[in-house]
């Protein structure tokens, strides 16, 4: 049973650059997953960020891939999410969540970070 | 504003059968892209429901079930129980968008 926990920085400043890491375990992280990030600013609906695979292939959303770097290291079994130039807009829990074509069938539980200088 | 529609709210007594809509377009559902469908229950991470259209996970109630046809797709919901109350949520993939995934923009569930 694959198992995601997100971790990273609670506040990050106005234009400054959000970064998170989701620890993978129960599973190996070059399986056939796409690694995915999806956020929901509070009180709002879900928001895909972008996926990558273990080739260090990468899909983003493009309202937000000017901004987005999703990367992967196998080494310690993690994948990371760095998102800059960031407003009080980019407020949200932040999910990473794992699967393929099929949906996501695995999900962290969440890290909220709050933009506030 | 997300490319896929959902009612914002929906409403149901305990047993009661009700229905979520997901309506997209000829870029999305109706390109043929597969739907699916999370619950996220208050406080807590989505989780999936309905994969591919029409299937479940495994652990996840018969009374849950999916379908798609056209440019929409649904989510229907039998005998409903006060612990449905959720937040519902459809996703897919958008050609005019590179191929990303693409969330409806949630249904509210109540359980009256």
């Known amino acids: 049973q694959v198992q995601l926990q997100e971790s990273g920085p609670g506040l990050v400043k106005p234009l400054g650059t959000l970064s998170l890491t989701c620890a993978v375990s129960?599973?190996?992280?070059?399986?056939?997953?796409?690694w995915n990030w999806v956020r929901q600013p509070p009180g709002k609906g879900l928001e895909w960020i972008g996926e990558?695979?273990?080739?260090?292939?990468?899909n983003y959303n493009p309202s937000l891939k000017s901004r987005v770097t999703i990367s992967v290291d196998k080494s310690k079994n993690q994948f990371s999410l760095k998102l800059s130039s960031v407003t009080a807009a980019d407020t949200a829990v932040y999910y990473c969540a794992s699967g393929t074509y099929a949906g996501l069938g695995y999900w962290g539980q969440g890290a909220l970070v709050t933009v506030s200088s | 504003q997300s490319v896929m529609t959902q009612p914002p709210s929906v409403s149901g007594a305990p047993g009661q059968r009700v229905t979520i809509s997901c309506t997209g377009s000829?870029?999305?559902?109706?390109?043929?892209?597969?739907v699916h469908w999370y619950q996220q229950l208050p406080g807590t991470a989505p989780k999936l429901l309905i994969y591919g259209n029409t299937n479940r996970p495994s652990g996840v109630p018969d009374r849950f079930s999916g379908s798609k046809s056209g440019t929409s797709a649904s989510l229907a919901i039998t005998g409903l129980q006060a612990e449905d109350e959720a937040d519902y949520y459809c996703q897919s993939y958008d050609s005019s968008l590179s191929g990303s995934r693409v969330f409806g923009g949630g249904t509210k569930l109540t359980v009256l």
């Open positions: 990558i695979y273990h080739s260090g292939s990468t």
């Open positions: 129960g599973g190996s992280i070059s399986n056939n997953n796409w």
């Open positions: 000829s870029s999305n559902i109706g390109a043929g892209y597969d």
